[in-house]
């Protein structure tokens, strides 16, 4: 966890350091999207690249479910049952690099961290089992990232 705060807090001095030093040579709005994102420089080419990404996603993810949370949760146990641990560990960091990749246009690259981490942060403190982790995570993503989109509206 520590490591991941000062990871967090270097790329963004590294960031905003970048932004001042090419700040006369290109376009700075470019490099404020990629951290920040930008809603409303989404186009159709960019929802159907997520759609495609997120139906890719869930198609390979729901019916591996199971054996993903199992190497997950405990390797040694899935190598056991001859569940293939390596590959399902790599499967699942293309996964989650290939939405990772997608969003940033749409949200930028620090809210993406932050829907990587702070819904699971959340789920953990409030479940008692895997299944519920898994779940109440997604629950909190969604409706987080509902809130941030609907909220400024009303």
């Not at 199992?70 to 939405?99: C, E, H, M, W």
């Amino acid at each position: 966890d520590t490591l991941i705060g000062v990871f967090l807090s270097v790329s963004l001095a590294l960031g905003a350091s970048l932004l001042l030093v090419l700040a006369g040579k290109i376009n700075v709005h470019i490099l404020e999207n990629v951290l920040f994102g930008s809603v409303l420089t989404v186009n159709g080419n960019d929802l159907l690249v997520l759609l495609i990404v997120g139906s890719l996603v869930m198609g390979l993810s729901l019916p591996l479910y199971n054996r993903i949370m199992l190497a997950s949760f405990n390797p040694q146990l899935a190598a056991v049952r001859g569940v293939a641990v390596k590959t399902l560990d790599y499967l699942f960091v293309i996964l989650v690099t290939l939405i990772t990749v997608a969003a940033v246009k749409v949200i930028g690259a620090i809210l993406v961290g932050a829907l990587l981490v702070i819904p699971a942060a959340a789920a953990r403190l409030l479940s008692q089992s895997l299944k519920g982790f898994f779940w109440i995570s997604v629950a909190i993503a969604t409706v987080s990232t509902l809130c941030g989109i609907l909220l400024p509206i009303v």
